[in-house]
């Protein structure tokens, strides 16, 4: 799909039974792939909404996180209501952390619900799933990412994916479960990211021979 600019992929086979089948999901390295391999991309950034905790084991509550690499904001044009986002300068890209506690972006209606709207939540440590996050930002109000609803926040996906779920994994190429989206360069017409990420993602993801070499995003 494509909009101003912002394109989210998807997996096309055109021999499928019913046409074309398409699949959202792709393996984190094609995140990776893209970012390093493909020009005509401004920003890529890949995201997966999961269920987790927040508060203490004994008596967490459940909530919706966002679990997103750090150009995810900047590709969707985002700014926060008040604090900031995470981003490259944390030193989450390719999976490593600047050595202090994750971070963590609140929903703004989430804030208003468990946090009564109070201002001094930035600096605050929360407790989401198995880790302890500090929260430095609230977004918009009505920003909701990609998804048909606000997560209630926005974790580091780096940090938390393999923490939160064994079953995926950021090295493993048969591991699809990422959702990607990316922003254009403005001078980069549609067809030539398609056409760039298509090849990007059979060099690297197919042997020579691979009967599924048709398969385009």
Not at 35 to 44: F, I, K, L, N
Not at 74 to 93: E, I, N, S, V
Request: hydrophobic share 45%; glycine share 10%.
């Amino acid at each position: 799909s494509d909009a101003e600019g912002l394109s989210r992929f998807v997996l096309v086979d055109p021999r499928s039974v019913a046409g074309v089948a398409a699949s959202p999901y792709f393996n984190f390295p094609t995140l990776l792939d893209v970012a390093r391999d493909v020009g005509a991309v401004e920003s890529v950034a890949g995201y997966w909404t999961i269920s987790t905790t927040m508060g203490d084991p004994a008596d967490a509550g459940e909530v919706q996180a966002s679990l997103a690499t750090a150009e995810f904001f900047r590709a969707l044009g985002a700014r926060p209501a008040f604090g900031r986002f995470f981003g490259p300068a944390d030193g989450y890209p390719g999976g490593a952390t600047s050595g202090g506690p994750p971070l963590a972006v609140l929903a703004h209606g989430f804030w208003v619900r468990h946090f009564g709207s109070d201002s001094t939540v930035l600096g605050r440590s929360v407790r989401f799933g198995k880790l302890s996050y500090t929260i430095v930002g609230v977004a918009m109000p009505g920003f909701r990412g990609l998804e048909p609803r606000a997560p209630d926040v926005w974790l580091p996906l780096h940090v938390s994916a393999e923490m939160e779920n064994d079953r995926v994994s950021l090295s493993d190429r048969g591991s699809n479960w990422l959702s990607l989206v990316a922003r254009r360069k403005a001078a980069a017409p549609r067809d030539l990211l398609e056409q760039q990420a298509t090849f990007a993602w059979r060099r690297n993801n197919l042997a020579p021979a691979d009967p599924d070499s048709l398969r385009r995003i």
